[in-house]
Each structure stands twice: as C-alpha cells, then as structure tokens.
C-alpha cells in the first residue's frame, strides 16, 4: 500500500495543467476537433469531481458534446452505492462499442467509485477491451498524466491502487451555469455504515483547509455566484482532524459573511454528529437555507444498530423534532433503506413511525443493494423479494403523502425564490427555489436568473409550485 499522503503538492497540480498543455499541442497537430463528453452517475461528490474532469480537458483545449458519436474522449464517471447503478453504467460502456467502431480513435475513459472495487476494475479489463484509461478517485488529481500515457500509446492504462486518499487544491474546474456552485469541503468516510462502500472506495474522511474553501467561494462570489452548496460524505465532522481544528458551524459562520453569496447550503448530515451549535448557527442566519438533509436509513433501532449507524430511533426522533421546534419553517428531508439483512415488517412499522412524526418534505427510498466487502453483505438473513417490494411500496406511499402535504402547506403565500434558470421545456418561464429547497415555475425571462424575487406559490402542483412574481 502506498504511504499515505495528507496533501497533493502544489507543484504537482501545476505539473499536471502542464502536461494539459502538451496534450493540447499533440491534439493541435492532429488536426482533431477535440470534442469530449462526460457522463457522470451518482452523487452530488461526483458530479463534483466531473466539473474537475472537465476542467482538465477544457484545458486540454477540448469543447464538449452530449453527441457520443462527435465525441473524441468519452469519460464515464460511475458510482458504486448500488448494483442498479453499475449494471447501467456497464450497459452503457458496453453500447460505447458502436461509437467506438464508427470513430476509431475514440478514447474511452471509465473512472470514479465503481472502478475502484477490484473486481470491477477487472471485470473492464477481461470484457470491455474498448476502454482505454480506468482510474479511482484517489487519481482523478492526476488524469491528465494518465489520458497523456493513452494518447502517447503506451496501451490501455488502469490507475485503481488501494489508498486512504489526499487532498488535492488548485484542479481547474468548469461549472456549468453561474448562479450555483457545488464545493466539496472534505472528502471519504469515516463512518462504515455496514451497507455501505463509500469508505472503501473513497477513502477515510479528509477536510480541506478553511482558508481554501473561503478561498474558492470568495472567487464564486465575484463570479456572480449566489449559491454555494458545500459537500461532504459527513459535513458535521468536518474539520476535526485538521491541524487548526475548526468546526462545521464555524465554517458556515464564516462562509455567511461573504458578500455576494446569498445562500448556503450543505449535505450531508450524520444525525449522530450534529450538533447544538450547528442548529444555533442554522436559526440565526439569513443565508443557511431552511432545509436539511438528515439520512434515517431506518427507524428501527435493532436495524440501525446492525447498520452501525451509532443512533437510537428515539435520539433520530428527539433531534429531529427539536429541529423542528427550534426552526419551525425547516424542510427536512431523508434517506431510508427497505430490505435490510433481517429487516421485519415490525421494524418497517418503526420507520412508517418515524416518517409519521418527522413528516419529512421528500425522501428518497432505496431497496438495499448487497455490496461485496461490506459487512453486511456478510450477514446471513439476506430478505426475500417480494416482502421488500411490498414493504418498499408502503414506504413509498406514506413518503408521498406526507411529502405532498408539506409541500403544499404554503399555497397561496408569497416566499422568496432564487431564479435559476430559464425553463427548457415552456416557453416564457423561469424556474426558481425556495430557501425551503421546493421548486417554483413562473412567468419570466432570462434577465431574473440570478436574482432572489419575491414569488406567489399561487398553485402547488404536487411536489413543486407554480407562482408569479409580486
Ligand atoms: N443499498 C441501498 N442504499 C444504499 N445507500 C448507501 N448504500 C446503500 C446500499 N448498499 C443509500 C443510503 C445513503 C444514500 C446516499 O444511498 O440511504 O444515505
Ligand atoms: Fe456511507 Fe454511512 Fe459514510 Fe454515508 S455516513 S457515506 S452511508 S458509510
């Protein structure tokens, strides 16, 4: 196993953005047209890691295509939390084979979570011989280095070592759209939830420097940018191991004084780890938005226990509606798992219990996805189908209609939404958020993107509004 790395040195980076440099002058004298396409499952962290992606092919002098048949480098960014979202990662790679054949030199990158479970990575080694370059997370700081061995033909390049992971500052990044940003503020985890593959394939828990995160949102501030998501496998440990310890309430405190950044977002939380502070700093700020994503998995406290998830239903219950209490206009949204090894129709009725009570504003149901090399696909009472699938739908059911009703508890009222952009699909509309994360549609044309309008959630259809600016 490699040593462990805290930080990518600076000189590194530049090292890399150079070799983008002559990767662009090789593309230069093929006369290519340098487009590339870059197709990402997953998580808000990848959709980060994606933007870094692009960054280092926008200097490479690429531009970029949805076309995967204009497409000159495809790079295919997976995820690993499910089985459903490998299979469609594989059958996608696998029609890539057509692209392939129609433009030869077609360079096929496949990177990200999936790719750094061994048996992947060979599983794309013996089957899919059309990929050219196969790297984890913990490379991704180094991908131009690794795209220059392919282009250079040194044959098909795999870079998946087991690593704890560092941090790595400085990558070009390329947003899309000004008025949002992601940043990650730490990386990996800590918390080996038994179902889960995040630490092993990300790593353990890293932070950033503060200085650099207000570093990065001070330039999105004077790009224009409005609102900063900040993200984290577990935002509430933030900063614990750093060597200036610095709390996540304390960060948000200090990312709220910028100007120009009118609003904060973060996720996600672990219940067991947030904290009076953080709730205190939530209630007196004008920009944390009124939303927060607390993952249950289960209400069950035998299940949560087998999970590791290191809380009670009833602390889950006691911190979610002192929440509540303590900020009454809250969203609060959730990640429940149905399926668990061992999971009861009486440990069903716990979480049926729980969302009864926390009445969440979305929640985002999952079956539970055996992942090898987690504990708990280990753990012998493994469920039947058809009792997940009946016990999924009644979850499901009782999430929508506590999530209607919640949604729909402002109609009428006038809130504050920030625009976000022009709607693709009706003319003459714009779509915007409320600070309480709910959609609204209205009237409007590209001069308001970007700005925080009063609107009238004149009718709520569902789970989002339509309204008109006041
Ligand atoms: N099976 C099903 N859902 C999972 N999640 C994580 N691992 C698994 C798994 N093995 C869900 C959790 C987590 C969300 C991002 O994905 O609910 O909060
Ligand atoms: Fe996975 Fe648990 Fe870490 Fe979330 S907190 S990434 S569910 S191990």
Known sequence: MPAIRKTIDETEILRQIEIC?????????????????????GCQQNEADSEKIRGYLAEMGYGFTQDEFAADIIVVNTCAVRE????????????????????????????????QQEHMAEKIRRSYPIVDLVFGPHELWRFPELLLRVIEKHGRVFATEKDDGAVAENIPLRRDGKVKAWLSIMYGCNNFCTYCIVPYVRGRERSREAADILKECRALAADGCKEIMLLGQNVNSYGK?????????????????????????FMTSHPKDLSPDLIRV?????????????????GSTE????????????????????????IPDIALTTDIIVGFPGETERDIEDTLDVIRQVEY?????????????????????QVSESFIQEQFDRVLKLVQDTARKRV????????????????E???GLVTGRLSNNTIVHLPGDASLVGSIVPVRLSSCKGFYYLGEKI
């Open 361 to 381: 504003d979305n929640a985002f149901t999952f079956i539970y996805s055996k992942r090898s090399g987690t504990p708990a696909a280990d753990y012998p009472e």
């Open 303 to 326: 299940i949560l226990r087998r999970m590791n998830r290191r809380y009670t239903k009833e602390q889950y219950l006691e911190l979610a509606l002192r929440i509540r209490e303590e």
């Open 282 to 298: 939530m209630k007196e700020s004008s920009k944390i938005c009124r939303h927060l994503h607390l993952p249950l998995q289960s």
């Open 425 to 427: 699909s009706s003319e």
């Open 408 to 423: 729909a508890r402002y109609e009428g009222q006038v809130m504050e939404a920030l625009i976000e952009e022009v709607n």
């Open 84 to 115: 459903h979202a490998e299979m469609r990662v594989l059958g996608n790679v696998g029609a890539l084979n057509h692209t392939k054949k129609a433009k030869p030199g077609q360079i096929i990158c496949v990177c990200g979570c999936m790719v």
């Open 21 to 41: 440099g002559r990767i662009r002058a090789i593309k230069n004298s093929d006369s290519q047209a340098g487009l590339a396409l870059v197709d990402t499952y």
């Open 241 to 265: 191991n750093l060597d200036d310890p610095i709390t996540f309430a304390q960060l948000l405190s200090q990312v709220e004084e910028i100007d120009g950044i009118e609003r904060i977002r």
